[in-house]
């Protein structure tokens, strides 16, 4: 089935979108973007989502684009037309364009910036197998810029990463700056020790994860202990459990690092159960 998708103002079909060559998106990576989880037709923490956008805009000098207040309402529409279950819904918003490349930033007062909006169909999306097993994942050097709690469309030192590990026979990365464990290429990082959740804390190092503030929530609600702070790979070896979070992965149990198999090397009980207690949170509040 051809989707429909959304670009600057119109539902078109997705053989037919269109932008502009002068996209800054698409000459400097100049956007953001956020992509939210569908499950069962509804949208998972829409809210959260919109908020980390606002603050991502804010911080790169991005007007809100004219439709900003309709963007729920575009959300539930492309997933009614494209009849999306279980899947996401990918927003960029891009600084947009005003004839010519230029490093320079185009006059906000004269560009209005570029929105674009399209579904992925994941069915079963809650219930991946992946998550049954978990994840391989392997260490590799963090050489992006400086910013990664902005959610920009700079995407290329990710993709290298998840090729990386592809070709060690592994399914992700861990990044490492100055011996200490920053996030997953797509994601954020979690090891557990004892009845403890160790996590890096927020900073301009990493993405501020949606999915991140609810399973630290819910882990305390569940009485597990949470200590944000920086972890070494060789600590990461050594620990109980991994996981990592995403709004499309939600939960990912990581049963080795670095070729070192964690417990037993099967998914470990605790992140197992937090991915259970996040899906049926979500649910309960997906709109």
């Known amino acids: 089935m051809t989707r429909t998708v959304y670009v ?20 400097m990576a100049d956007g953001v973007y956020e992509v939210t989880s569908v499950l ?32 729920l309402e575009i959300h539930r529409e492309l997933v009614r037309v494209n009849e999306v279950e279980d899947g996401l819904v990918y927003l ?33 999306l809650a219930d991946s197998p992946v998550a049954k097993k978990g994840i391989k994942i ?15 469309v700079q995407l290329l030192y990710p993709s290298m990463g ?19 464990v920053t996030e997953g290429t797509s994601n ?4 557990i020790k004892g009845n403890k959740i160790i996590t890096r804390a927020l900073s301009n190092d990493i993405l501020h994860g949606i999915t991140r503030a609810a399973v630290l929530r819910f882990a305390r609600e569940a009485q597990m202990q949470v200590e944000e702070r920086n972890f070494s790979i060789d600590e990461a070896k050594d620990a109980d459990e991994a996981f990592v979070t995403s709004a499309s992965t939600f939960v990912m149990p990581v049963v080795e690092i670095d070729g070192v198999a964690l417990g037993d090397g099967t998914p470990g009980s605790r992140a197992l159960r937090l991915r259970e207690i996040y899906l049926d949170e979500s649910r309960k509040a997906a709109i």
């Open 92 to 124: 960029q918003i891009t600084r947009g364009s005003d004839g010519d490349r230029d490093f320079v930033f185009p006059d906000p007062e004269t560009t209005e910036p570029g929105v674009v909006l399209f579904t992925q169909n994941k069915p079963g």
């Open 188 to 191: 954020n990082a979690y090891i």
């Open 162 to 180: 998840k090729m990386m590990a592809k070709k060690a026979g592994a399914d992700d990365a861990w990044m490492v700056q100055d011996g200490a």
């Open 8 to 27: 600057n103002g119109e539902y078109v079909p997705e053989n037919e979108a269109k932008i502009s060559i002068f996209d800054r998106a698409f000459l």
């Open 40 to 71: 069962g037709g509804k949208l998972i923490d829409f809210e959260g989502h919109n908020r980390r956008l606002e603050r991502s805009l804010s911080e790169l000098d991005i007007k809100k684009p004219a439709v900003y207040d309709d963007l």
């Open 138 to 152: 392997i260490s590799i050097e963090d050489v992006r810029w400086g910013r990664r709690d902005i959610k920009t």
